[in-house]
């Protein structure tokens, strides 16, 4: 049974579903040398933002198969370290959306009405009404940087409370930016003209230290600052300085440089300044629901399934996934028998996307074709993560062509392979009910489901050659499910294709070849 830990706390509804399929460890707290002494033992590593996922951590996980990160931010995880190990890194992306907006916008609240110092004075039994006059938002500019899932919800409810709406974000359009009612604007007119910033933004090197004094210095000396998106984007000193100076308004913090929050002038700046301790997706419904969400991926992933939300597969998000799940078994299936095919080392591969496959989004199905091929190589060391890195490692060519023209089937894919030991190509499709169907090998129509032991003669098309074949392979035991001839023309060259129920004897190839008119025979497990 596969095993996983639980390393940070998780809701139950997670541990429920791993526990289906896994044995599930929850240890929580653990020291980076206490966890990296015993994560050899597991195949899934499931986290929050509490584990620091190093190289070092990876590198002594020798069994992992995925690491799950139950929330949006996978900064905590050497990503790159796990891609090239072929770890899958999933995350929950959408899983605390709604918390985290609306945990800025009850900071942002908050602020404006000083609501938790006026909340302790009260508690300390003062009634004090003249230190907490605050400020409205209705009427005020909100300046949102980031427009994505969080900073878009954040929008709408500002919106709905009368807020007026820039946002700063380069890689939306303008036309998404008007559908949630912001005008895009550039970030200095955004800090110019703000009353309120809130950011909602990754923490990248472009966005680090975003906020510092010189930006600062461009805002008016009653913004206020929301970040509950990633400490480090803040130059929390610069900050500090700002409020004490009264250079801005004050600032409302749930994300911090280093985490948990050290010594800090920040915690002494009053009621200009709220501090929550990484809150934002601390609701019940947001931890259930990036709980189900990871554990599924984890459940899947275990199972041999492909997970919805992997950062580390490029393209494969949960639409796309959706859409190509039936060709990534075609596409892996058509690349382990070219790749058998050719034999030897394969120099190219070609991968042509036709019909309706013949889109951008169907990227995914090139990795999976490269998965297929370098399984003979490699087993299960290759997967989705690392075929592409383990195909240029190999000094593999990758080609990638479209044919939207092609239109025998709905979609299929073409793939040719060449190699020290010549070109050979092969075609597939879904048919009737998803079924994979081999509709070409070297050029010669066919049109068998695939088995899990094949083989393939090329031979010339005359009376008898398909009876002593039979016999020849009766002589060894071996029992054919199935045979289909594939020919161009009439007593030309054909391609054989059979199904055998057993993986054929050592020796046998040699003697299929010397059957007068077999000029070449292929055997392929699958
Ligand atoms: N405080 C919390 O507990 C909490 C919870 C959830 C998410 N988060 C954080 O909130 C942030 C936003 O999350 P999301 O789910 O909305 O992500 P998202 O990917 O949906 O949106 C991020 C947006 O930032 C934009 N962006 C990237 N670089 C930018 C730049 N240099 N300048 C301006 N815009 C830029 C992107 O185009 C995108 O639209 C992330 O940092 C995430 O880790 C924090
Ligand atoms: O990136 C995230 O999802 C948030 O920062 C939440 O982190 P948490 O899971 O540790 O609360």
């Known amino acids: 049974m596969s095993k996983v830990l639980v390393s940070d706390p998780i809701d139950q509804a997670g541990i429920d579903i791993l526990s289906q399929v896994a044995t599930v460890d929850v240890k929580t707290g653990l020291k980076p040398a206490e966890l990296i002494e015993i994560i050899g033992e597991y195949d899934a590593l499931m986290i929050r933002s509490g584990t620091r996922v190093t190289q070092e951590i990876i590198e002594a996980g020798t069994q992992l198969k995925i690491i799950g990160r139950a929330g949006v931010g996978v900064d905590n995880v050497d990503v790159p370290a796990a891609t090239r190990r072929g770890i899958v890194v999933v995350n929950s992306p959408e899983g605390n959306t709604i918390a985290a907006a609306e945990h800025a916008l009850a900071m942002m609240l908050s602020l404006s009405r000083h609501i938790p110092d006026a909340n302790a004075s009260v508690k300390r039994g003062e009634w004090d009404r003249k230190t907490f006059v605050g400020a409205e938002v209705y009427k005020k500019t909100l300046g949102i940087v980031g427009l994505g899932k969080i900073g878009s919800h954040v929008a709408a409810v500002a919106k709905a409370m009368g807020m007026k709406l820039l946002a700063y974000d380069p890689f939306i359009s303008t ?15 955004l800090f110019q003209q703000a009353d309120y910033i809130t950011l909602h933004i990754p923490k990248t090197p472009e966005t680090t230290n975003l906020i510092n004094a010189k930006t600062l210095a461009k805002m008016k000396p009653t913004a206020r600052i929301i970040n509950c998106a990633r400490g480090g984007i803040i130059d929390e000193s610069a900050l500090a300085t700002a409020i004490k100076e009264g250079k801005i308004g004050g600032a409302a913090l749930d994300v911090f440089d280093s985490e948990p929050l050290g010594e800090s002038e920040l915690r002494s700046l009053g009621k200009d300044i709220i501090l929550t301790p990484h809150l934002g997706a601390s609701t019940t419904e947001a931890q259930v629901n990036v709980a189900i969400d990871v554990a599924e991926q984890i459940r899947d992933v275990i199972l041999g399934l492909p997970a919805r939300s992997a950062v580390n597969i490029p393209g494969l998000g949960p639409d796309i996934l959706e859409e190509l799940k039936p060709y990534m078994q075609l596409a892996e299936t058509l690349g382990n028998l070219v790749g058998q095919l050719a034999g030897g080392r394969v120099e190219t591969l070609t991968v042509k996307l036709q019909g309706e496959l013949a889109t951008n989004k169907s990227q995914p199905l090139v990795v999976a074709a490269l998965k297929g091929l370098l399984y003979q190589a490699l087993r299960e060391r290759v997967n989705y993560v690392n075929a592409s890195i383990e195909a240029k490692e190999r000094g593999i060519r990758v080609i990638e062509t479209r044919d939207a023209s092609a239109r025998d089937y ?18 597939g499709a879904l048919l009737g009910d998803k079924e994979i169907h081999l509709t ?87």
């Open 175 to 189: 036309e998404r930016a008007e559908q949630i009612g912001c005008q895009l604007v550039d970030l200095d007119l």
């Open 410 to 427: 709905a979609g299929s894919l073409h793939l040719e392979a060449t190699g020290t030991l010549g070109t050979h190509s092969v075609t």
């Open 440 to 526: 070409d090998v070297d050029g010669f129509p066919i049109n068998v489901p695939p088995s899990k032991y094949m083989l393939f003669t090329l031979h010339r098309d005359m009376p008898g050659i398909i009876g002593k074949l039979g016999s020849l392979l009766g002589s060894f035991n071996v029992n054919i499910a199935s045979m289909q001839v594939g020919r161009k023309i009439v007593r030309g060259d054909a391609v054989m294709a059979l199904s055998i129920d057993d993986p054929l004897p050592d020796g046998i190839l040699d003697e299929i070849t010397k059957v007068p008119g077999i000029r070449d025979a292929y055997t392929v497990t699958l």
